[in-house]
């Protein structure tokens, strides 16, 4: 069983930067792909950004592309994401998850891909 704990969300303004970490319990973390996952208030879970367990394979929503990186250090069993010019859309709980599944052809974007969830942190914008 991995345990997730993510941290770093807060309160910014719109243009502000905030970095998310994401720090997981389990030794194996590098045998495991992450992912960033938000959910805005009233709408679904949605997809932000993955990184496979060898850091080689990343991508990004196109809502966030460009304005947010994935990054993980194995060495700490941390993912992070680096998130600028945030905007009020981007206001939402972020969880990060794990994934036993490795894939260079096809995108882990669906919660169903991912094993473990952290139980995400709030990340508000304002205007």
């Known amino acids: 069983q991995v345990q997730l704990a993510e941290s770093g969300g807060g309160l910014v303004q719109a243009g502000d930067s905030l970095r998310l970490s994401c720090t997981a319990s389990?030794?194996?973390?590098?045998?495991?792909?992450m992912g960033w996952f938000r959910q805005a208030p009233g709408k679904e879970r949605e997809f932000a950004a993955h990184?496979?367990?060898?850091?080689?394979?990343?991508y990004y929503a196109d809502s966030v592309k460009g304005r947010f990186t994935i990054s993980r250090d194995n060495t700490r069993n941390t993912v992070y994401l680096q998130m600028n010019s945030l905007k009020p859309e981007d206001t939402a709980v972020y969880f990060c998850?794990?994934?036993?599944?490795?894939?260079?052809?096809?995108?882990?974007?669906?919660?169903?891909?991912?094993?473990?969830w952290g139980r995400g942190t709030q990340v508000t914008v304002s205007s």
């Open positions: 389990e030794r194996a973390f590098s045998t495991y792909g």
């Open positions: 998850a794990a994934t036993a599944t490795y894939s260079s052809t096809r995108r882990l974007s669906r919660d169903s891909d991912y094993n473990y």
């Open positions: 990184i496979s367990r060898d850091a080689r394979i990343l």
